[in-house]
């Protein structure tokens, strides 16, 4: 079991490594911090969050990254330094691998979706019940086309 | 007036699918692509047509920082039911699931509580009439 001790380091950790500091902790920095052996801080945190340290600091670079883009005037350059990257060439590969397009690719669709400047788009803020009504709005639809085929006739 | 849905939110669909199935055990009902994300639901096999939990992403900031605020603060944020914590407890250690509070009475039922990976905490437990039946 995880004493209440280690369960509060390990979520420390885990805000540490989602800082920005301008010389950001190395991983080891980190374990030391919160008073962990490099291996055990590893295995524990990867235990508890499903992900390594490591995974975790990019995870949330590239989360931050892509609030910027959508709701920030920031450059993609600009962008990629705010979020902790340093090569603007391997922040581009990285965010293309994990989203799918490229930074300014991406900030074109998320805008071309915005229902007004500054408001997250439903689409990328998905709730389970909007979900569950896009889903099944793929099922009703040959029935609706049918149903209001029906009522064109009957108005006819 | 039923109730049949309810919800958690993950920080990831596939390996919350992964988890809650291969893991909790419980089967999955729905999964329908929505744009890059699906409406994804398990049930559990003790009782297909309860309750449904959908593995809802966490991608709204608002619905993130309310999920770690009570990860940090250690408050489960769903509890499911279980016949003998004491076996489940062993059989989820041995998927490597890490509990931050090993089975313990608290009045008249038992309480465990882990980590779901996905950014939750959940409690499972073993209540009273399970227990002495």
New interface residues.
């Given amino acids: 079991m995880f004493t209440s001790g280690a369960f509060e380091r390990l979520c420390r950790a885990r805000d540490l490594l989602r800082e920005l500091p301008d010389e950001p902790l190395s991983i080891r920095a980190v374990a030391k911090e919160v008073g962990m052996s490099p291996f055990h801080f590893i295995r524990r945190f990867q235990a508890l969050f499903g992900e390594t340290p490591h995974q975790a600091r990019i995870q949330s670079r590239l989360d931050r990254a892509k609030q910027l883009l959508a709701l920030s005037d920031r450059s993609v350059t600009d962008v990629c330094l705010d979020v902790g990257f340093t090569s603007l060439g391997s922040f581009s590969d990285l965010f293309a691998r994990r989203v799918g397009s490229c930074p300014s690719a991406y900030r074109r669709h998320v805008r071309s979706l915005m229902p007004a400047s500054g408001v997250l788009p439903e689409a990328l803020t998905p709730g389970c019940l909007t979900l569950m009504g896009a889903a099944f709005a793929t099922f009703e639809k040959p029935r609706d086309a049918a149903s209001s085929d029906a009522g064109t006739q009957e108005d006819a | 007036m039923r109730i049949k849905?309810t919800?958690i939110m993950v920080?990831?669909q596939d390996?919350a699918l992964k988890?809650y199935t291969e893991v909790f055990g419980f089967v999955k009902k729905?999964e329908?692509p929505?744009?890059?994300?699906?409406?994804l639901t398990v049930v559990s096999p003790d009782g297909p047509g309860d309750v449904e939990l959908?593995l809802?992403?966490n991608?709204?900031?608002a619905?993130r920082a309310f999920q770690e605020a009570m990860?940090?603060q250690?408050i489960p944020i769903a509890a499911f039911e279980v016949d003998d914590i004491d076996t489940e407890w062993t059989r989820l250690k041995g998927h490597?699931v890490?509990?931050?509070?090993?089975p313990a009475r608290m009045g008249p039922v038992s309480i465990a509580v882990c980590?779901d990976?996905?950014?939750n905490l959940v409690q499972i437990y073993q209540p009273a009439a399970a227990r002495s039946a």
């Fill in positions: 849905l919800s920080d990831d390996k988890i729905h329908i929505v744009g890059q994300y699906r409406w959908s809802e992403p991608a709204n900031p619905g990860f940090k250690g490597g890490v509990f931050v509070q090993d980590s990976t996905c950014g």
